[in-house]
């Protein structure tokens, strides 16, 4: 992930105080290793790690970590594994866990896919139980409750548990979360109530549109579905948070499109733009599957030609078998 000089000297700097607790004798080289990291030089990074103390958990955390941003998953679920040994309460390598779970889960079969699942919710539970403050962990185990079964593990109601506890460390990020576990519940006015407080309290939050766009996506109710996208596309992004909000509205604005097939031209632009600016965060997307989205719109818009060359593209490029199998059966349908 990329991040700003000046993010990645602060970063650097908060290394030894957020990341090093529980390991007094840290080298200098896993320290410079984690800055490397922080700086987005990731084989600076792993060449520094490797020469750290085989005793420090943050050589295995960061390994694993360097392993997942290189789509090397197995060898990421060696190296936390490492981690954890030796250092079961720090709620990062639970975090890194649960991410590495969660990636894993895209190239298996469904039953596999539900063992998978329960790993991912006790990782991520077991993040916020060793940091309860942590807002992102908590993002995350809620959303997995709620897109998870209830026979894997999926419980609505601890996804609101998760909410009100988020609402009660960051109001904004509490709206957001609650607003997720509305809709999800169906429970219509009171999704109603915390959007309408939302909009005069964070006006300037793209989330809260995003949040309420995919809510109209699911009821069916697209053209609205299209306007709440839009307006979260087009604020002024401060934070790395809200950026993803914007780029998750774009990819949605084309979803949208392909699920509705129409706002075609619209989709056509958002995906092109998500998949020529978007910085891939947690749980976007990936521009393989932004792209299969646009090859749908171009296939839809009659431009039989250019959207077969897409899906081609896309079965020479990806490694994501569901994807490359989806873009097969296009391209064979289209001739």
Known sequence: MKKLLLISALSYAMSISTFAYGSATMSLDIEQGIAAYESGNLAQAANLLTKGGDEDFNKYLYLAKIALDNKNLDQAEDLIEQALSLNNTNGDIYFVHGQIMAAQSENVNMFSKMSYAKDIVKAFSKAVLNAPDNIKYRQSLLTVHLVAPSIIGGDTDVALAQAKAIEALDARAGAVALMKVYAKLEQHDRFDEIYNTAVIDFPDEPAVFYVRGMYFQQQEQFDHAVDELTKAASISAL????????????????????????????GEQALSQYIASAEIQDMMPTKEWAKYRLANIVEYKGEVFKAKELYQELIQETHDKELKSKAKKRARKLG
């Open 239 to 266: 934070s790395a948070q809200q950026r993803k909000s914007q780029y998750m509205a774009m990819y949605q604005i084309g979803r949208t499109s392909v699920l509705s097939k129409s706002y075609l031209d619209e």
